[in-house]
């Protein structure tokens, strides 16, 4: 992190690490996203699960339940969209539609945690609004150099999964 923000990199520019691709913005604001991110984001319901991982991510999902329900606890899951999804607009407007529904790995998660109980929320919605709105202000959500965001980023996940804590039952054995 520190190395790609350092004022040479940045006075340099064009230098990137493999997979990085970038993108500009009206303001003449370059900005890096990993392409990679976009096949990711892209995939449907049916590809996640047949991905080698799915079968452990159920298994996760099964022992949090058995955990938190001994427990009398709650579970909350959220799915985190990557730069490339919320920025779909902007970088690839020929796929930027499909990258504003949900995608295969959240709608997939979102179904696992519905049929345990699992509060869920995905992140993207509101970080899309977000960032169209900063936007137009010449502001990023996402740190323009990596893959993270910045506080303004964290600010707008944190509102809405404070929004969706408020709304659970404040007792987990009444939501059963």
Known sequence: SFRRRSPLSQFLGEWLEPGYSVARSPHDRRFLYLEAYADQALLDTAAVEH???????????????????ERNLRVAVVSIPTKWEVYAWLIDPERAALAEAP????????????????????LKPALLVAAREAWKRGEYLWWRDDTHWNGAGHAVAANAVGEMLLRQPANPASSR
């Open 103 to 122: 995608s295969g790995f959240a709608s997939v998660v979102a179904a696992a945690s519905r049929s345990r109980n699992f509060a869920f929320l995905d």
């Open 51 to 69: 991905h080698p991982n799915y079968p452990k991510l159920l298994r996760v999902f099964d022992e949090m339940a058995r955990f938190t329900r």
